[in-house]
Every structure is written in C-alpha cells, then in structure tokens.
C-alpha cells in the first residue's frame, strides 16, 4: 500500500536546539530513497507502506543513539485507493485553485 505521511520527531533532554537530531533524521529520510519534502515543522515522506514505517523506526534509532532519552513523534498517515497521487500532485491541485 502507498502512504504520504507528515512526521514531526521531537527529540526530549537534549536542550533547546534539536537541529543536530533533526539533521540526523533528514540523512535517514535521503538515504532510503522515498520522495520526501522537509517543511519548518516535519517532513513530508511517501511511498510503500513497509519502506515509510522503516524510516520513521530508523530515525528514532538514530536520534536515541545520539543520546535522547525520550523522543515524541507526531505522525499523520494518508492512503488512498481510489487513484494514485504524490505529494506534489497535492500541492499543484491547491496552487491551480489559487491561480484562479
């Protein structure tokens, strides 16, 4: 099955600035080969089911190693059978809205 996903990983006990986690997290994300897109809050991430869930495991993994104690993830799934649709299909049908 396909998903897109909105995933925010907040790592807790390491200080005030998380981009070194965050950093981390992206590296993972490129690494796998998935369509993704970071935004100032979260990364958007799609493809198969399996390889998505892998990815958000993994950066969890990778951001404990860094010494995190606790982590807190917000993850928002989406799937769709009816039709296939990518992030940037979603993204053009609102711009095409506004263009009018």
Known sequence: MHVMVDLCVVPLGVGVSVSPQVAACQKVIRA????????????????????????????HEVVH??????????LKV???IDRVQSLDDKVASVEALLER
Do not use: Q
């Open 32 to 59: 796998s080969g998935l369509s993704h897109r970071l935004h100032a809050y979260g990364t958007n991430i799609e493809g198969p089911w399996d390889e998505v869930m892998a990815v958000v495991k993994r950066c």
């Open 78 to 80: 989406g799937t769709r």
């Open 65 to 74: 190693e860094m010494g995190a104690p606790r982590i807190t993830s917000t």
